[in-house]
């Protein structure tokens, strides 16, 4: 069985200082990762996410995140915090090894941006 | 494009009572899932299907739970007989492929308040 801890249930951060939002997954063989996020009423919006290659993954809005195998991480980051990113954040690990992926969240982040 | 779509937003629903709950996928996927976001939790799988077929229903809660996509696009969600434990956002996604790489789009999901 696949799993997703977000160890972290808020982040707080300042406009211009940058973030980490972290995610340790567990699974059989090598993962697919993704990260979401989530606006209030709004449904989820994908992020980036890390299949294979360089573990350097860059997404959408200026977020990044590094795929760590030894450490099973997956966290997300973005160099320079505005308030706007203020959201709930989600990591994902989809099954490699299937024909279909059914993607396994963690419970989420909230992340909060002060002016 | 036009993204992916659930009608209705809202419903509430009586202890007992039927619902059906409605998703437009993005034109062209042939990958669509139902997943259930519980207050303050991550979406959990419900059920897959790949074009008209239901691969997947490991997810479903219980024998209540029934969903169907007879034509490869639209599909339908129903609850038999609510209960207060099936209060929660359902939210579907659909995505390009069958592959496990392909990201998937979620819709803004319909919140369910069972009373």
């Known amino acids: 069985a696949q799993s997703v801890a977000q160890p972290e249930d808020q982040v707080n951060v300042a406009e211009g200082n940058p973030l980490t939002v972290k995610c340790t997954y567990s699974?059989?063989?090598?993962?697919?990762l993704f990260w979401y996020v989530q606006y209030p009423n709004r449904g989820l919006q994908f992020l980036l996410k890390?299949?294979?290659?360089?573990?350097l993954v860059k997404g959408s809005y200026g977020f990044e995140a590094e795929f760590n195998k030894s450490q099973t991480s997956f966290h997300l980051k973005k160099p320079s915090a505005l308030v706007s990113d203020s959201a709930l954040y989600f990591c994902a690990v989809g099954a490699r090894n299937s024909g279909y992926s059914t993607l396994t969240f963690g419970k989420g982040t909230m992340l909060l941006v002060s002016p | 494009g036009a993204g992916v779509s659930q009608s209705p937003r809202y419903k509430v629903a009586k202890r007992g009572q039927d619902v059906a709950l409605r998703c437009d996928p993005i034109?062209?996927?042939?990958?669509l899932f139902w997943y259930q976001q519980a207050l303050g939790q991550g979406p959990e799988f419900l059920t897959y299907?790949?074009?008209?077929?239901?691969?997947?229903k490991s997810g479903l809660p219980s024998d209540r739970f029934f969903a169907e996509r007879p034509e490869g696009s639209v599909s339908t969600l129903k609850i038999q007989r609510t209960q207060q434990e099936d209060s929660a956002v359902y939210l579907c996604?659909?995505?390009?492929?069958?592959?496990?790489?392909?990201?998937?789009?979620f819709g803004p999901g319909t919140r369910l308040t069972v009373t």
């Open positions: 699974v059989s063989g090598n993962p697919y």
């Open positions: 996604a659909s995505s390009f492929d069958a592959g496990s790489s392909y990201e998937q789009y």
């Open positions: 034109s062209g996927h042939v990958s």
């Open positions: 299907f790949q074009n008209e077929a239901q691969l997947d």
């Open positions: 890390y299949i294979t290659g360089d573990n």
